[in-house]
């Protein structure tokens, strides 16, 4: 885009437009508005109607953004669906709220690491996070010193 601001060529002759740009049909179509804003104009190899050299060229910017703008259209309803899905889970991205429980015995891991067992160990035996054992023998101990009290 630079050398086409500065003028350093006045036409772009690309493969085809799904070879211009991966970024969707809106963000090409802005690219290609780009390049006209310079005056470059520009021409497909494997698609000879998507050519702004011939007398169509106006034609076929206004098809491509109409193109783009009901992608961009379907784009914003599948993201609101998704969204409303979401709601419906009770959530706001569709991911369950919270971390994720490891499925491991809590109580063993305390009982490990009163024999003296290390965390790396209790986690290695249990299948789990050294994070997710500490959590559980803190949660245990909470759990105990509550007892207690009561």
Known sequence: MHAAAQRHFDVLLFWSL??????????TLQYLNR?????VRWRSFAEPYLDTIGPF????????????????????ERVQ???????VAGTRSGRPVGRPRS?????RAAELR???????RIAN???TSVASVRR??????ETLASEVAS
């Open 18 to 27: 799904c070879r211009l740009s991966r970024e969707g049909p809106l963000p």
């Open 35 to 39: 390049l006209g804003n310079y005056g």
């Open 57 to 76: 060229g106006e034609a076929i910017v206004a098809l491509l953004a109409a193109i783009a703008k009901q992608e961009r259209l379907r784009l914003v």
């Open 81 to 87: 669906a998704g969204l409303a899905r979401a709601r």
């Open 103 to 107: 499925i491991f015995r809590r109580d």
């Open 114 to 120: 009163q024999q003296g067992w290390s965390w790396a």
């Open 125 to 127: 035996e249990l299948g």
């Open 136 to 141: 559980a023998v803190a949660g245990a101990a």
